[in-house]
């Protein structure tokens, strides 16, 4: 029961840092009350199960991704895509194109939900529990913008080389100050993409509801019709997330 309470107490201490703040093992082994000894042993046992996870440069600690990996199984019980499903398919009907919903894991975005419309001629098709890298797409892009600075950098300066960076942190910056993302041809040539964040109570990025489509014959009447309806549908999912607009 000891090293239950122990191992739920650096869980909780984890928790209660932004994302963007590991904490060394010293500091955890401080607000924790434990020698670092003792520490040290007790993060070995929680990174074999995957609790929590170290970051090979820094050496500071962070929440596993098992957490977000068991939360996806409890997605059904806990009515979560029951809930925004009503409001995918009320984007897919008013666009009457594919429509997904991502969310951001360590260096990728995982497909969780995906809703096809009957009516295209032409399907863009992601398969759920496809993984993406953060810096690809208009979805990852959406999330990114909205994470925190130090958070987006660790993601950033993992996976683009030094001289793509600057015009990369200018695209995000534009993603944010619009409200969307949009990307073309970054994952198959002719088909494009545009995205909104979803934020939940905190103000953190929970994920990004997106629109995929070809970019065949694509007007700008249509694509602000897509940004349009997909920065609603972003901002109606956070709602239901509790997310309230400041």
């Known amino acids: 029961m000891q090293s239950i309470d122990r191992a739920m107490n650096v869980i909780n201490v984890l928790v209660s840092h932004s994302s963007e703040n590991w ?34 440069q820094s050496k500071r600690y962070g929440l596993g991704s098992i957490w977000l990996e068991n939360g996806l199984r409890m997605y059904d019980k806990l009515d ?3 809930q925004i499903r ?24 995982l497909i969780i939900e995906r809703i096809d419309s009957e009516k295209s001629q032409i399907r863009v098709y992601d398969h759920l529990g496809s993984r993406v890298p953060m810096h690809i797409g208009a979805a990852n892009k959406a999330m990114l913008a909205y994470m925190p600075s130090l958070q987006a950098t660790v993601i950033i300066e993992s996976l683009l080389p030094l001289q793509e960076r600057a015009d990369f942190w200018d695209k995000l910056k534009e993603t944010k100050r619009k409200g969307y993302g949009i990307s073309h041809n970054e994952r198959t040539v002719g088909t494009s993409s545009v995205a909104a964040p979803i934020l939940n109570h905190f103000g953190e990025v929970h994920g990004a509801v997106s629109i995929g489509f070809v970019s065949f014959n694509l007007t700008e009447d249509r694509l602000d019709f897509l940004i349009q309806n997909v920065r609603e549908a972003g901002r109606r999912v956070s709602s239901k997330l509790g997310y309230r607009e400041p």
């Open 86 to 109: 009503p409001e995918l398919e009320r984007l897919m009907n008013k666009v009457e194109e594919s429509v997904y919903l991502s969310q951001p894991i360590e260096m990728e975005s």
């Open 80 to 82: 979560y895509i029951s």
């Open 23 to 56: 904490l060394s093992i010293t500091d955890l082994s401080q607000e924790c009350d434990l020698p670092v000894s003792s520490m040290h042993r007790l993060l070995k046992a929680m990174s074999k199960h995957g609790l929590i996870q170290q970051d090979e």
